[in-house]
Antibody, heavy 118, light 113 residues
Framework: EVQLVESGGGLVQPGGSLRLSCAAS????????MNWVRQAPGKGLEWVSY????????YYADSVRGRFTISRDNAKNSLYLQMNSLRAEDTAVYYC???????????WGQGTLVTVSS | DIVMTQTPLSLSVTPGQPASISCKSS???????????LYWYLQKPGQSPQLLIY???NRFSGVPDRFSGSGSGTDFTLKISRVEAEDVGVYYC??????????FGPGTKVDIK
């Protein structure tokens, strides 16, 4: 069974930093690309970032480029999102999602809440 | 960038009745490989999104056959043949022709009358 468990969310002041983690199990993590997708309170889904299986290809949404860094450790079956220079508009539940052979996020974690507020 | 739109944005349905959601993309989602990269997700209250339909009309593993998808190019439809109480939530369409950049529609909230 595919399992994705996010952690690292919390309350942070504007301008601060936070590092999210996603622990993966139930599939060969090193074979799949991974995403971060976020959802602001009461809002829709917004794709944030993608990393390929070998970390060779990385993409970011315009809204986070230059502030967020996606990475992975295939030996630890883990995905990360380093978030710097956080803004109030970054407040959201952050989901990690596996990108499957169907070219889409096919399995999602339960999400971790990031709140940026003074 | 591709923009995804959905109509309606909310829908109230009597159990056992059909429901239909429309999704339109600002550009064709037909890839040169012949496939059309349009997907449907359901986010039930308090849960993470779950994949329902891939490549316009294919049901994902475990998805009931009351869910069906259709369309081509830029116009797509998700239909629920007979809505059940467990179908409430927000439905999103999503494109991946610009993989690995994904774009979601604004969502359609479905509730039960």
């Amino acid at each position: 069974e595919v399992q994705l468990v996010e952690s690292g969310g919390g309350l942070v002041q504007p301008g601060g930093s936070l590092r999210l983690s996603c622990a993966a199990s139930g599939f060969t993590f090193s074979s799949y690309g991974m995403n971060w997708v976020r959802q602001a309170p009461g809002k829709g889904l917004e794709w944030v970032s993608y990393i390929s299986s070998s970390s060779n290809t990385i993409y970011y949404a315009d809204s986070v480029r230059g502030r967020f860094t996606i990475s992975r450790d295939n030996a630890k079956n883990s995905l990360y999102l380093q978030m710097n220079s956080l803004r109030a508009e970054d407040t959201a539940v952050y989901y990690c999602a596996k990108v499957g052979r169907l070219r889409c996020p096919d399995y999602w974690g339960q999400g971790t809440l990031v709140t940026v507020s003074s | 960038d591709i923009v995804m739109t959905q109509t309606p944005l909310s829908l109230s349905v009597t159990p056992g009745q059909p429901a239909s959601i429309s999704c339109k993309s600002s550009q064709t989602l037909l890839h040169s490989d012949g496939k059309t990269y349009l997907y449907w997700y359901l986010q039930k209250p308090g849960q993470s999104p779950q994949l329902l339909i891939y490549e316009v009309s294919n049901r994902f593993s475990g998805v009931p056959d009351r869910f069906s998808g259709s369309g081509s190019g830029t116009d797509f439809t998700l239909k629920i043949s007979r809505v059940e109480a467990e179908d409430v939530g927000v439905y999103y369409c999503m494109q991946s022709i610009q993989l690995p950049i994904f774009t979601f529609g604004p969502g359609t909230k479905v509730d039960i009358k």
